[in-house]
């Protein structure tokens, strides 16, 4: 028997609580009591919707109500989808000035398909990403449906066959020029490596990248190894130089310098002197704040002594931070590629006690990530090897218990429901002292202050996210076998993880010059029109690479250059391949030249048919795609196209 469908009514009858501060300075930065706790609210940022009038208060408020059955991540990243939309078209609606329920199905459709045709083109949203965003939208737009707040409409199409492009190994990472006085003040194994990283250039050779990506890893497993040490013997030192300072008496310092008057802390005068030496700060910090130094709002008159006089000796003394979990992050990394940057911060402290006692199942892979759910062996390694000069390798797991052990004084103060994540760091609210689970921002930003400061690394451009495909690409060059790939992958999926390698050993086997933007046309060419690849004169074999490089690089380019006869002829072949193409990103000088050359040539040679069908219908649409293109470039491709164009210019067939 069919199940009944539950009415609007039945569906959206749940009340919840959703008044709006509407005489507040920000009203809509609104309120959500579902995810708020104790001494920590939440709000949702509609303001994008200010100047919209009842209709922004009425969407912010059945977001909450939408919002209310999410978890709190997942309701932002609706939120961000959301806004995303209505970034595009909130101009519109308040020039407008209309209510909620009287924008017809055809203007809700009109938005919806310019926002996603724009969502398409920034470099910085992937196909599945867009998809994403789309869906999320449409959800919203149900849940306002059943509330009869807005008709329905047809959305547009999602992006057939949407691939999430995976980053390339760091073998094929981006070296900067550096000049042989930066050279000179590195350590002698930079020096050396710099050297040898200098001769590889032929990214062609499986066995060029797998060297490449060993000096890389080996660079920054090293230094990342150095700053490890640094940071654990400076704690434990701070710990020894507490626990056998048997000069200062805390307690009778608390007698004589302090006394609390109206539930505030005093003290008398000279109560800095004796705090002015580090053994009897670090003595005060661990009795009086439990090894955490206080905040502005905790204790501001400690805060600015403690920084007087021991300003260069607090860091990374006391607990976890992200300087010192930078480097543990990197180790775990380069070992562990099964792991992404969300599964150590989502790790709890169970799962550590789990690798101590070699029971550790992967519980600490994403919840929505299930292809990863894998039994794995993570060796526990030595506490020896944190020892300065150690000749031991730092393992994946000894810097798990690293960072566990490191973010203990935090617990105490985690706000609330996080005292069981593992990576805690110090964070501020309202100026006390709290521990706070890491943010990844902040995880990138202080990546780059890392590489800065570390020698070679600093003249190489590759994220934390590039460790994962290095070591599917080396496993992949070492033993072919797409199984073990899957296995250090942590995946399950045995075609998901052929996609992946495919495309990343694609990518690191063409990051050189070695395709023709005329051939790919070409093979373009002979697929739309069914001609044989024969008479254009590609042969099989070149077929074959040119799919696979294209395939791996996402590109779908044309280029018609030549003398004006040959642009002529194949004047019908551009119009078929621009009518069905998804334009990308540019970031190549030679497709970018084609680009802009291409542009000019519409608008110097269509100005004879402005203002007919054909122009408005199709010259003028290829105008605003190039424009859009060509805004999307950086400076630098322009710059390069351009010089390219005026050494050897491009012709194109009339504008009729």
Same mark, same amino acid.
């Given at each position: ?286 009795? &009086? ?155 990138? &930003? ?37 199984? &073990? ?6 995946? &399950? ?164």
């Amino acid at each position: 028997m069919a199940r009944r469908r539950a009415s609007p009514a039945d569906v959206s009858g749940i009340a919840t609580s959703t008044d709006l501060q509407r005489d507040s300075e920000f009203p809509l930065r609104v309120y959500s009591p579902r995810h708020s706790h104790p001494g920590r609210s939440k709000h949702f940022d509609l303001s994008i919707l200010e100047g919209t009038g009842e209709l922004g208060h009425v969407l912010a408020r059945e977001f909450l109500e939408f919002a209310s059955s999410f978890k709190e991540e997942t309701a932002d990243a609706y939120l961000v989808a959301i806004r995303s939309l209505f970034r595009s078209c909130v101009a519109q609606l308040i020039h407008q000035g209309a209510q909620l329920p009287s924008i017809t199905a055809s203007q809700w459709r009109h938005f919806a398909a310019l926002w996603f045709y724009d969502l398409k083109a920034e470099d910085t949203v992937s196909d599945v990403t867009a998809n994403g965003y789309l869906s999320a939208n449409r959800r919203f737009f149900l849940h306002l449906q059943k509330r009869f707040l807005v008709p329905k409409f047809r959305w547009p199409n999602a992006i057939r066959g949407a691939l999430s492009k995976p980053r390339p190994s760091v073998s094929n990472a981006p070296v900067r020029n550096v000049v042989a006085s930066e050279v000179g003040s590195w350590s002698k194994p930079d020096r050396t490596a710099w050297s040898e990283l200098a001769k590889l250039n032929d990214l062609s050779s499986p066995s060029v990248v797998k060297r490449r990506n060993a000096i890389i890893l080996a660079a920054a497993r090293r230094h990342a190894e150095l700053e490890i040490r640094k940071w654990w013997q400076l704690y434990r030192e701070s710990r020894v130089i507490a626990a056998q300072n048997s000069s200062f008496d805390f307690d009778g310092y608390c007698r004589k310098y302090e006394y609390v008057s109206d539930g505030i802390l005093k003290r008398t005068r000279g109560w800095r002197k004796p705090l002015r030496t580090l053994p009897n700060f670090l003595v005060y910090v661990e009795r &009086k704040f439990g090894g955490v130094m206080p905040g502005k709002g905790d204790d501001p008159d400690f805060v600015k002594c403690a920084y007087a006089h021991h300003a260069d000796n607090l860091k990374g003394r006391f607990h976890l931070e992200y300087g010192s979990l930078l480097p543990l992050l990197t180790i775990i990394f380069i070992e562990r590629p099964k792991m992404n940057l969300a599964s150590p911060l989502s790790m709890t402290t169970e799962d550590v006690e789990q690798i101590s006692r070699n029971e550790h199942q992967a519980r600490w892979t994403k919840g929505r990530a299930n292809y990863r759910r894998l039994s794995d062996d993570m060796p526990t390694g030595s506490q020896l090897s944190l020892l300065p000069n150690a000749a031991e390798d730092i393992t994946a797991a000894q810097a798990l218990l690293v960072i566990q052990e490191l973010s203990k004084p935090l617990r105490a103060k985690a706000i609330l429901g996080a005292d069981k994540h593992l990576c805690l760091v110090r964070d501020t609210a309202n100026g006390c002292v709290v521990g706070k689970p890491a943010a990844q921002s902040w995880i990138c &930003k202080q990546w780059r202050a890392f590489r800065d400061r570390s020698g070679l690394m600093s003249a190489i451009d590759f994220t934390l996210s590039q460790f994962r495909p290095t070591g599917a690409v080396t496993e992949f060059f070492e033993t072919g076998d797409i199984f &073990k790939v899957a296995d250090r992958l942590g995946q &399950k999926s045995i075609s998901v993880t052929a996609r992946y390698i495919h495309n990343l050993a694609a990518d690191t086997m063409d990051a050189g010059d070695v395709r023709q933007v005329q051939d790919s046309l070409t093979v373009a060419v002979a697929q739309r029109s069914g001609r044989p690849l024969d008479q254009l004169g590609i042969s099989p074999e070149r077929e074959k690479h040119i799919r696979e490089t294209a395939f791996s690089s996402g590109f779908l380019g044309y280029n018609i250059s030549g003398t004006s006869k040959e642009a002529q002829e194949k004047e019908s072949v551009l119009e078929s391949i621009l009518s069905g193409s998804k334009f990308v990103i540019i970031e190549t000088a030679e497709i970018a030249a084609e680009i802009i050359a291409f542009n000019e040539h519409i608008i110097t040679k269509g100005k004879a048919i402005q203002g007919t069908a054909r122009y408005e219908e199709f010259w003028l649409p290829l105008v605003v795609i190039c424009t859009q293109i060509i805004k999307s470039m950086s400076v630098s491709v322009i710059r390069d196209a351009k010089k390219r164009l005026r050494e050897r210019p491009i012709h194109y067939g009339p504008v009729v």
